[in-house]
């Protein structure tokens, strides 16, 4: 039974620094695609950060392309989203998802395409 616990969010001036963790239990090989979504309330899940099943394979948001890396242990137990250069429309509630095997690319960042998630954890940008 996959299990996704994040943590880390608070609360952050504008061009400050946080970084996310997920915890993963319950996962028994490697082959996982692993991602970081957000989502204000009263909008879609977006999709921010993606981190193939071989470790190499990694995609981010337009949105936070140069400000935010995902990253995560070779035995996928903790995966990973340094955020920094914070701005206020990061602010979201963060989730940490996983799906197994590979994800095509064209909808690597869409929310149908991960059967695990975490609770989330909140992160504010003032």
């Known amino acids: 039974h996959v299990q996704l616990v994040e943590s880390g969010g608070d609360s952050v001036q504008a061009e400050g620094s946080l970084r996310l963790t997920c915890t993963v239990t319950?996962?028994?090989?490697?082959?996982?695609?692993m991602a970081w979504f957000r989502q204000v309330p009263g909008n879609k899940r977006e999709g921010v950060a993606v981190?193939?099943?071989?470790?190499?394979?990694?995609y981010c948001a337009d949105s936070v392309k140069g400000r935010f890396a995902i990253s995560q242990d070779n035995a996928k137990t903790t995966l990973w989203l340094q955020m920094n250069n914070l701005k206020p429309e990061d602010s979201a509630t963060y989730y940490c998802?996983?799906?197994?095997?590979?994800?095509?690319?064209?909808?690597?960042?869409?929310?149908?395409?991960?059967?695990?998630w975490g609770q989330g954890t909140q992160v504010t940008v003032s």
């Open positions: 981190i193939g099943t071989n470790n190499i394979d990694i």
């Open positions: 319950g996962i028994t090989d490697r082959r996982y695609c």
């Open positions: 998802a996983a799906t197994k095997g590979w994800v095509r690319y064209a909808t690597r960042s869409a929310e149908s395409s991960y059967t695990y």
